[in-house]
């Protein structure tokens, strides 16, 4: 079955940066769409970014753009986040998901299948 494990996550101080990695699993991706997203605590999981596993086409959240960078190897099976200029209002449990690539709007939650465990960002002051 597909599996989604992330990794990268950890403590960081206001304006260092981080790299998320998303190893998946169990299918051939080459038709998917790769998203990241995150939640704080009593906040709505909130949309950062995606990317077309085929192309590479990517999509940014305005909060994360020109900061955040989505990526993938191919050979590796592995989607990144690159993180920089992290800010405290980054803090949040971040998700990797995977989506069949058929929807229209790959900024909602509902429009992926599957899911990561999630990995903890807490960027202090």
């Known amino acids: 079955q597909v599996q989604l494990v992330e990794s990268g996550g950890g403590l960081v101080q206001a304006g260092g940066s981080l790299r998320l990695a998303c190893a998946a699993s169990?299918?051939?991706?080459?038709?998917?769409?790769m998203g990241w997203f995150r939640q704080a605590p009593g906040k709505e999981r909130e949309f950062i970014a995606r990317?077309?596993?085929?192309?590479?086409?990517?999509y940014y959240a305005d909060s994360v753009k020109g900061r955040f960078t989505i990526s993938r190897d191919n050979a590796k099976n592995t989607v990144y986040l690159q993180m920089n200029s992290l800010k405290p209002e980054d803090t949040a449990v971040y998700y990797c998901a995977a989506s069949s690539g058929f929807s229209i709007d790959y900024t909602i939650a509902q429009t992926y299948s599957y899911w990561g465990q999630g990995t903890q960002v807490t960027v202090s002051s």
């Open positions: 169990g299918r051939t991706f080459s038709t998917y769409v």
């Open positions: 990317i077309r596993w085929s192309t590479g086409t990517t």
